[in-house]
């Protein structure tokens, strides 16, 4: 016998919400090193490879639901989105854009201030 999931709202915001958080300070440059390492390994791995392209998809569905208001109610039909729950969609929007930049952002963060980064150019032509 299957019971019947209930939804319940936490919250409900009219206004999406800004969280500042401080970037990381290692102050052991080993330490920085492992962890910049380990970083790199994932963002090549392809699990993380995969599961970018999935929350690029839920990023791309977003997009339209949020462009549109239009979204699906919970009997599965088609829907005018109110101004809130568009609100709660940009929230989960910047959530995912801040998890698929954050290894990257930490590798950077973890790098010494005195290396020079090269961003390698995807057709390697020296002149674009």
């Not at 009219?14 to 300070?25: D, I, R, T, W």
């Not at 998809?57 to 009997?75: A, C, F, N, T, V």
């Not at 940009?90 to 998890?99: G, S």
Request: charged residues 35%; aromatic residues 8%.
């Amino acid at each position: 016998m299957s019971k019947k999931i209930k939804k319940v709202i936490i919250a409900q915001v009219s206004k999406p919400l800004k969280f500042k958080v401080k970037s990381f300070e290692f102050n052991d440059p080993k330490e920085n090193a492992r962890i910049r390492v380990a970083l790199q390994g994932l963002v090549v791995n392809p699990g993380w490879i995969v599961y970018k392209q999935i929350v690029e998809k839920s990023i791309e569905y977003l997009e339209k639901q949020i462009l549109r208001k239009i979204g699906l109610g919970e009997d599965g039909k088609v829907k005018q989105l109110t101004n809130d729950e568009v609100d709660i969609l940009r929230q989960k929007y910047e959530v995912y854009i801040e998890m698929l930049e954050k290894p990257d952002s930490l590798i950077i963060d973890l790098t010494p201030k005195n290396t020079k980064i090269v961003e390698e150019r995807e057709n390697n032509d020296p002149y674009n």
